[in-house]
Nanobody, 124 residues
Framework: HVQLVESGGGSRKVGESLTLACTTSGSTSRPNCLGWFRQVPGKEREKVAN????????FYDDSVKGRFTISHDNADNIMYLQMNSLKPEDTAMYYC???????????????????WGRGTQGTV
C-alpha cells in the first residue's frame, strides 16, 4: 500500500513563492505517475500538475503554467511543487497523488490517481 505525505504548506503574500513536497513510501515498486491536485471548499478537486517519472513528461493546468514547476527526486523519491508568483486564487488544500502505469497516456492531461495524501494547506 502506497503512503503519500505532503509537507511545506503555509501562508505567503501575493507574488511570493512556496514549495510543497510529497514523500512516497510503503511500496516496493514506486509509483511512476505523480502529481498535485488542489481543492477549495465548495469546489471540485482539480489537477494542478503531474509527472510521468519514466519519461519525465510534465503536464500543467493552464492556471499554473509558467508559474508552477513539478519535479521528482529519484534518489530520495520525493516530489516537489515549486509555486512562484502566487495569486490569491492559488489558496487551496493541496493533495499529493500517485499511481503506477506502464502506459504514459494514462499519466497525462487526463489522469485518475490511485493513491492520495491527506493534503497540506497553501494560503495566499
Amino acid at each position: 500500500h502506497v503512503q503519500l505525505v505532503e509537507s511545506g504548506g503555509g501562508s505567503r503574500k501575493v507574488g511570493e513563492s512556496l514549495t510543497l513536497a510529497c514523500t512516497t513510501s510503503g511500496s516496493t515498486s514506486r509509483p511512476n505517475c505523480l502529481g498535485w491536485f488542489r481543492q477549495v471548499p465548495g469546489k471540485e478537486r482539480e489537477k494542478v500538475a503531474n509527472i510521468y517519472t519514466v519519461h519525465g513528461s510534465r503536464f500543467y493546468d493552464d492556471s499554473v503554467k509558467g508559474r508552477f514547476t513539478i519535479s521528482h527526486d529519484n534518489a530520495d523519491n520525493i516530489m516537489y511543487l515549486q509555486m512562484n508568483s502566487l495569486k490569491p486564487e492559488d489558496t487551496a488544500m493541496y493533495y499529493c497523488a500517485a499511481s503506477t502505469t506502464a502506459n504514459p497516456v494514462r499519466c497525462s492531461v487526463s489522469w485518475t490517481p490511485h493513491y492520495w495524501g491527506r493534503g497540506t494547506q497553501g494560503t495566499v
